[in-house]
């Protein structure tokens, strides 16, 4: 039987991210997935003849460029292209427009209040402030606080310093950052409803969270911190969908001479002597390597496919209460044609961006008090897209395709998930959106609508918890999956952990498959290929 | 879903084709650019040229020049505790400004680093207007916070008129303004010209005699067509020009820019990329003995240690422009600043700019040389270029101060 080097379990980007360093470091590795697709959580799906769809993740913006320049990802064919602008639609008929263009974007705030428009100003410099800081960590193993090692050492040095160049009073406001609400946040800043509205919602997304719990003012920097070449907080479509992220890393391994497998599911994580020496596929299928990744989420690495035998006691309390509460919801639609939408000025850029249908924190709020009483909120917060404004290549000439984020929608709900209960689910998003628009429900070809069931069931992230683990402080950094176990490295040697449930979490990032394929060339005495940071001095 | 929106009436929706804001003049002003050379100012369309750099500058500094102030972000600051407000936000004392006179001021943040700068109008008993570079709204209602005062925004209820040059005061009363001759600098006059309010303030931007005009926006244009009316008769040159002409008299009259010669509090990400008064050379505006004022104890702590680095003047020999430059001590070879602002100073025959300079132990640097790169057809080349500090503007001409003025 043949032996790899390293077999990773699960092809999502960060499995295929982690593969790829390790093949160019001259590894042979091979990545095993379950599904028949590559991509995981970042796939593009043709569901209905002729439209590809993002059907998971959607947008990019999190993916680290060191990742992009190292792997080479633009020569196998990725190309990511910066979205315009955003919008909140008004249910008196209003709406508040963040333009792409910033002297408009002022104009249409200083309309919904003047002060606003000024505050803007300090509200992106204390922005940019937390990025800068959180950004350095990013493609750097988190130092373990309890250690006593000199690279630990060293790394708390670097943390400290990095937190040095802080004043003292922004020291303060960046610890109260890490532990406010997002909306006591923004009301340090603004005062307009509809401002307040427009930008606490990416502090809820993949949150089982309300806009008023602490600690989702941290969720909105996690959705801050990326760039679209150079632009902090800008996002961008990946041309034919989020699924060429994942082709694009899985080209970039191949061409080391690494191997995808699809339709392999792993079973078990093969354990003898307190070493992993390679994994048995639900086949019954045995394939043995040297070295162990499960890019699984922290619950399915330790409580499925790691036998509790080879799990301390302690690890299997920790991955049991692992926080990663399903939260949310996708529709993906099938267009005839652009949905009008009468309250935007004609032929507005706005609906290039991220629109939004909800105009008040308290309306945001009463979304999240469903979700906590098992229901998927009546009145949701969503974010929507349609990438084929630019996309030529994901519908038909003139037809569209639509990418709906939802917030909230629970795991359970009374009575238990049926296909009826989901399908009502997907229909008061429907219902949200024809609000706005007449024409749109005259426009519908085909509706996927995927609950935390569906997300669950088809990509494997458990509860449907897109970022495979809350995003609160009891779980970044060195408490990320658990205290102890954020160098990536597994309860028993020669075992790893590469996924979102890892340092630094969730969104299409790459940086815990990165790092991850950092520690594991430094285990095996080999010459590192992934990327340093691109510092910003 | 068809109501409008509430508030519709107050402000339109803009209209996203026009990324750029006319003003006021804006009818009037395209009809001297023909360059159509535009950039924003404070989100306005605003010439960069109108048509010769050249003869923009000279107009400034040998005839007439007339510029839109319109973009200015302007404040009405009224009410009780509006002179109770004004003096604990801004550095200097301005208990003692009386109705009618206007004062150069910065303000700072708490830290002491300054958040921005501008001129104060105190235009009648208890009402001020406050100019400023950046906008400032915010800040000034936190400022507010417990005080019986007014702040509105009015940039875009003035209509304002910059008319700089020797001949600016001639040009004006030949245009039919009555009571100049007895404007002193820094005065404010309220008369009417026509048929419409005008006022009149003997302040710039410049270093030269000139003027700057208020009005409605709705006299904004009768107000352009009386100042053009004198040169349509052969009278005098009036030229209109460019923020290109201006940042050239600004940096000969030595007065800086926030965020482009230090960068303001408020926008300032990276520890230590603030200034502060002291910092900026602006000792002269901060008053220690008037009540408490915003940023007081930092700047009280600062003064008692040693000079960190400075906003300095210097001129540079030699003609190669010392754009971008990194500064030398030449004493110790260490790099101790970088240019901020420069330009070529036609009336000097000299390069002249404002630059960001480290003192070692409160020292200053005894000599500094500039690394300049320039290219010729192409060609990169580097030089270096000896500086000499100015502490005084490096020009400035005493007809700028003459009550009356001369006609030229």
Same mark, same amino acid.
């Given at each position: 039987m ?41 796939a ?32 196998h ?18 709406h ?18 003047k ?23 990013l ?24 937190f ?13 950052f890490?532990?406010?609400?997002i ?6 800043y603004?005062?307009s ?11 809820i ?9 602490p600690?989702?003012?941290y ?16 996002w ?22 690494g ?14 002597g ?27 690495t ?16 920790r991955?049991r ?6 939260s ?11 949905p ?7 032929g ?30 009546a ?11 630019y ?18 929608c629970?795991v ?30 005259d426009l519908l ?33 060195f ?6 176990y ?10 790893y952990?590469?996924s979102?449930?890892n340092?630094?979490?969730g ?9 991850s394929a950092?520690e594991i ?8 290929t ?8 | ?24 003049f ?7 650019c ?25 107009a400034?500094?040998?005839t ?9 972000e302007?404040?009405r600051?009224?009410?009780?505790d ?11 004392? %301005?208990? &003692? @400004?009386?109705?009618? #006179?206007?004062?150069y001021?910065?303000?700072c943040?708490? $830290?002491?680093? /300054? ?21 400032q709204?915010?800040w ?8 019986d ?26 245009a ?15 008369t009417?010209?026509? %048929?419409? &309010? @005008?006022?009149?303030s #003997? ?8 003027? $700057?005009l208020? /009005? ?7 107000l352009?067509d ?12 009036v030229?209109?020009?460019g923020?290109?002409?201006?940042e ?9 820019v926030?965020?482009d ?19 900026l050379g602006?000792?002269?505006l901060?008053?220690?003995?008037k009540p ?6 930092? @700047?009280?702590r600062?003064r ?11 001129? /540079? ?7 971008d430059?990194?500064?030398y ?43 300049i ?36």
């Amino acid at each position: 039987m043949k032996k790899h080097d390293v077999i990773v379990i699960g092809a999502g980007h960060n499995g295929l991210t982690n593969a790829a360093f390790l093949a160019k470091a001259g590894l042979d590795v091979v990545v095993l997935e379950k599904n028949s697709y590559v991509g995981g959580a970042t796939a593009s799906l043709e569901l209905h003849e002729g439209w590809i769809y993002s059907n998971c993740s959607y947008v990019c913006s999190l993916f680290r460029p060191e990742i992009y320049q190292a792997l080479d990802l633009g020569r196998h064919g990725l190309e990511v292209v910066p979205l315009q602008g955003s919008v909140s639609m008004m249910q008196n008929g209003d709406h508040f427009g963040s333009y792409h263009q910033p002297e408009i974007r002022r104009r249409e705030m200083m309309r919904h209040s003047k002060r606003d428009a000024d505050a803007a100003i300090r509200f992106d410099a204390d922005l940019m402030k937390w990025c800068r800081l959180i950004r350095a960590f990013l493609l750097r193993t988190p130092p373990d606080p309890a250690s006593f090692k000199i690279r630990d050492a060293m790394e708390f040095a670097y943390l400290l310093k990095r937190f040095h160049s802080l004043s003292e009073s922004q020291l303060y406001e960046f610890i109260r950052f890490f532990t406010m609400s997002i909306a006591e946040y923004l009301e340090q800043y603004f005062e307009s409803d509809i401002v307040l509205a427009h930008f606490s919602g990416g502090s809820i997304i993949g949150t089982g969270l309300g806009v008023y719990s602490p600690g989702t003012a941290y969720v909105l920097l996690h959705h801050a911190m990326g760039d679209i070449d150079g632009n902090v907080g800008s996002w961008g479509f990946a041309r034919g969908g989020m699924g060429s992220v994942s082709k694009a890393i899985a080209s970039s391994l191949r061409s080391y001479g690494g191997e995808v497998r699809t339709e392999a599911e792993v079973a078990t994580i093969n354990v003898a002597g307190g070493r992993a020496n390679g994994v048995m596929l639900a086949s019954g299928e045995q394939i043995s390597a040297k070295v162990v990744v499960s890019n699984l989420d922290a619950k399915r690495t330790f409580l499925q496919v790691m036998k509790p035998a080879d799990v301390p006691d302690k690890l299997l309390h920790r991955a049991r209460n692992f926080k990663m509460r399903g939260s949310s919801g996708k529709v993906n639609i099938a267009l005839d044609g652009m949905p009008d939408f009468p309250g935007l000025p004609s032929g507005s850029p706005l609906t290039l961006g991220h629109m939004h249908f909800t105009d008040s924190l308290e309306r945001l709020e009463r979304a999240y008090d469903d979700w906590k009483d098992c229901r998927w909120s009546a009145d949701p917060y969503v974010d929507m897209v349609i990438p084929t404004q630019y996309d030529p290549s994901m519908a038909p000439p003139g037809k569209h395709m639509m990418s709906i984020f939802v917030q909230y929608c629970p795991v359970e709900v009374e009575g238990g998930w049926t296909d009826a209960e989901r399908d009502a689910f997907g229909a008061s998003v429907i219902d949200q959106i024809s609000d706005y628009s007449p024409n749109f429900k005259d426009l519908l070809l085909h509706t996927e609508i995927r609950t935390p069931r569906e997300l669950e069931a088809e990509v494997g992230l458990t509860e449907g918890n897109i970022f495979q683990g809350e995003l609160t402080l009891d779980q970044l950094m060195f408490n990320r999956p658990f205290p102890g176990y954020a160098q990536y490295r597994g309860p028993v040697k020669n075992m790893y952990m590469c996924s979102s449930s890892n340092h630094p979490g969730g969104g299409v990032m790459g940086a815990p498959g990165a790092n991850s394929a950092r520690e594991i060339l430094r285990d095996l005495g080999r010459k590192d290929t992934t990327p340093e940071d691109f510092e910003d001095d | 879903m068809s109501k409008p929106p509430p508030n519709a009436d107050l402000t339109p929706l803009p209209d996203y084709r026009q990324v750029l804001q006319p003003s006021p003049f804006h009818t009037r002003l395209v009809e001297h650019c023909p360059l159509q050379n535009w950039m924003s100012w404070n989100g306005y369309q605003t010439p960069r040229v109108c048509d010769v750099l050249a003869s923009e500058y000279f107009a400034i500094r040998s005839t007439c020049s007339v510029m839109d102030l319109t973009p200015m972000e302007k404040y009405r600051i009224a009410g009780p505790d509006a002179l109770k407000f004004l003096n604990r936000l801004v550095t200097r004392d %301005v208990g &003692d @400004l009386k109705a009618g #006179r206007v004062t150069y001021v910065v303000w700072c943040n708490d $830290e002491g680093k /300054v958040l921005d700068d501008g001129t104060l109008f105190h235009l009648r008993a208890g009402e001020y207007r406050l100019c400023a570079q950046h906008h400032q709204l915010d800040w000034l209602l936190l400022s507010s916070i417990g005080m019986d005062v007014s702040i509105q925004a009015e940039t875009h209820q003035v209509a304002a008129l910059s008319v700089q040059g020797p001949t600016s005061y001639a040009l004006l009363t030949a245009a039919g303004v009555v009571g100049l001759d007895q404007l002193k600098p820094f005065g404010i006059l309220h008369t009417r010209l026509r %048929v419409f &309010d @005008l006022m009149i303030s #003997r302040t710039g931007f410049t270093g030269d005699l000139g003027y $700057e005009l208020w /009005v409605e926006p709705a006299a904004a244009l009768s107000l352009w067509d009386a100042l053009f009316a004198p040169a349509q008769q052969g009278l005098f040159d009036v030229r209109v020009i460019g923020l290109s002409a201006l940042e050239m008299a600004r940096i000969e009259a030595g007065f800086i820019v926030p965020g482009d010669d230090f960068n303001t509090a408020e926008t300032t990400v990276r520890a230590d990329h603030d200034r502060s008064p002291f910092e900026l050379g602006l000792d002269w505006l901060v008053n220690f003995d008037k009540p408490h004022f915003t940023g007081k104890r930092a @700047l009280l702590r600062e003064r008692a240690r040693p000079v960190m680095r400075r906003l300095v003047k210097l001129r /540079v020999s030699g003609n190669k422009p010392p754009m971008d430059s990194f500064l030398y001590d030449a004493e110790h070879g260490r790099r101790i600043g970088t240019v901020k602002s420069q330009s070529w100073s036609p009336i000097l025959k000299s390069n002249v700019c404002l630059a960001d300079v480290g003192y070692s132990n409160g020292l200053v640097p005894s000599q500094i040389w500039a690394e300049i790169y320039y290219q010729k057809e192409l060609e990169w080349r580097a030089t270096w270029a000896e500086c000499f500090m100015s502490e005084k503007p490096f020009w400035a001409h005493p007809r700028r101060l003459k009550t009356p003025p001369r006609n030229f």
